[in-house]
């Protein structure tokens, strides 16, 4: 591969990670500090391919945080020069502490990005391999910017907006900046008054109660169900284990009308009883998938083995088949949990008592005009971190558990 289309592709790369860094850290700069700017998108595509031409070879002469040094110190210094001191389109003296923070975070993602994508390449030809190489590192880089921004953005509008008073929220609604000086009680006044005035407490252990209930009895239904196709022969065994995902050919709002006078006339609507019977009704089918291929990739001579020493059916599965599917069965009890947390459709159609409400009905409650936007934000909080924080945390067992699983036997 010719050098000057390494030199061309270093620029490319260079220019779209100026321009991508400058539009993010801009962004950012305003949220954080309620700063109107107006970055320079066009400067900062110039300065990142004047650098992504000649990265490689500022590389190649400085090894590790030399050449991040050099690289960062150059976007910095170029990126003052051209923009006349204005780098993000305002006076210095407007937030020189934040202008100046966000200057050096650009200039760091600029430099770290080029390095990160074009470390390893001297100012030599290359091969179409390793061209092809610093391509998929460029896309693989601004794919997992894209969608970390895609995914952050809102969720940090969403808990700045929660820590707002409605005057602020008044007086600048795109001022994100948080006043710690106000006191915790104070930041805090949105979560509190959503326990105390607005019944959030009993919305978070309803959906908890049903949640976990929902874990269950999905289990209970779906390790034998899941283990009888797996395992055993039976007429109607292909069929059955073909058929299992059928369910989710009807869309749920098909079933709402029907469901909803079958409950009416059984005294099940606006219970937590009727959520427990519709949830696992459509989390069992995608457990029993899930489960039936990770038993099939279990050796059958240790069930085997078991049933020769006396083991009852019964007992293999509780001895031996359920201690080496533990990661399997950590996956769908989150899978079945976050979709019984996050289910909206059947509790706002069976659900009309406040004190059965689970927490994604409860949110919807709050988007009227009487109550300020900072609530609405706060209950939406409430109802996505336990989640997050559940999956971050079981994602750790989930890992070695499997780890643990593959040596098992």
């Known amino acids: 591969m010719r050098l000057t289309w390494v030199t061309g592709f270093g620029a490319l790369a260079g220019a779209l990670w100026g321009a991508v860094w400058m539009i993010v850290v801009g962004i950012l700069l305003m949220l954080v500090s309620g700063i109107t700017t107006q970055p320079p998108v066009g400067f900062a595509l110039l300065i990142g391919a004047i650098l992504g031409a000649a990265g ?40 020189p502490f934040y202008q100046t923070v966000a200057m ?6 600029v430099g770290l990005s080029l390095q990160m994508g074009l470390t390893g390449y001297t100012g030599e030809m290359v091969s179409r391999y390793r061209f092809e190489v ?12 894209l969608f970390t921004i895609v995914v952050a953005l809102p969720f940090y509008v969403m808990v700045m ?7 602020t929220l008044l007086r600048n609604p795109l001022d994100f900046s948080i006043d710690l000086s106000q006191g915790s009680a104070s930041l805090f006044r949105s979560y509190i008054e959503l326990f105390t005035d607005y019944n959030f407490g009993t919305f978070l252990m309803n959906s908890a109660l049903v949640s976990v209930l929902t874990v269950f009895i999905t289990l209970a239904f779906a390790i034998p169900g899941a283990y009888a196709v797996a395992r055993l022969r039976f007429k109607g065994q292909a069929l059955l284990s073909r058929s299992i995902l059928l369910i989710y050919m009807v869309p749920a709002i098909v079933l709402v009308i029907p469901l909803y006078a079958v409950f009416s006339q059984a005294g099940l609507r606006n219970s937590l009883t009727g959520l427990l019977v519709v949830y696992p009704a459509t989390t ?19 069930e085997e083995a078991g049933l020769v020493d006396g083991l009852s059916r019964v007992g293999v599965i509780l001895k031996i088949t359920l201690p080496l599917s533990l990661p399997a069965l950590a996956s769908v009890a989150l899978y079945v949990f976050m979709i019984a947390w996050n289910e909206f459709l059947f509790a706002f159609m069976f659900l009309d008592d406040l004190d059965m409400f689970t927490l994604s009905r409860g949110v919807v409650s709050l988007n009227s005009s009487e109550v300020p936007r900072q609530h609405l934000m706060a209950g939406s ?16 067992y989930l890992v070695s558990g499997l780890t643990a699983g593959s040596v098992k036997g």
């Open 284 to 302: 069992i089918p995608v457990a029993l998938y899930m489960l039936q291929g990770y038993f099939r990739g279990l050796p059958s001579e240790l």
């Open 56 to 95: 490689f070879l500022i590389l190649a002469k400085f090894k590790d945080r030399q050449g991040l040094g050099v690289l960062s110190l150059g976007a910095l210094a170029a990126l003052l020069v051209v923009t006349l001191f204005q780098p993000f389109g305002v006076s210095m003296g407007t937030g």
């Open 381 to 396: 909080v409430v109802a996505t971190v336990p989640v997050l924080v559940l999956f971050l945390w079981f994602e750790r």
């Open 134 to 145: 610093l391509a998929i590192r460029l896309l693989k880089g601004l794919g997992f910017v």
């Open 161 to 167: 907006t929660s820590l707002k008073s409605q005057q």
């Open 104 to 109: 050096v975070i650009w200039a760091g993602l």
